[in-house]
């Protein structure tokens, strides 16, 4: 039987939730959190072949939004095209 996605997600945050130093424990909700939005939109970027417009509406949200998410996530400019490897080296 193939593993679930929350099995997974189990496994590799809690990995991830115990390598945090002590000072980053209070924010372990919003650091998890993003670091999944950033690996959720970097596989459907790469999926879509970097076409924005076509990633928004695979994610569900607006064109406008995938840019401030982008940017927020500090994904923007020439780091683009090594969103993917930003996020899996994380």
């Known amino acids: 039987m193939a593993a679930t996605l929350y099995e997974f997600l189990k496994r590799d945050i809690k990995k991830m939730v115990s390598g945090l130093g002590s000072q980053d424990r209070g924010n372990i909700y919003p650091l998890v959190m993003q670091e999944i939005e950033r690996y959720i939109i970097s596989l459907v970027l790469e999926e879509t072949k970097y076409n924005h417009l076509r990633?928004?509406?695979?994610?569900?949200?607006?064109?406008?939004?995938?840019?401030?998410?982008?940017?927020?996530l500090g994904l923007v400019g020439n780091s683009i095209v090594n969103v993917r490897e930003q996020a899996v080296s994380r």
Do not use: D, M, P
């Open 55 to 72: 990633a928004a509406r695979a994610l569900g949200i607006s064109r406008s939004t995938l840019y401030r998410k982008l940017e927020g």
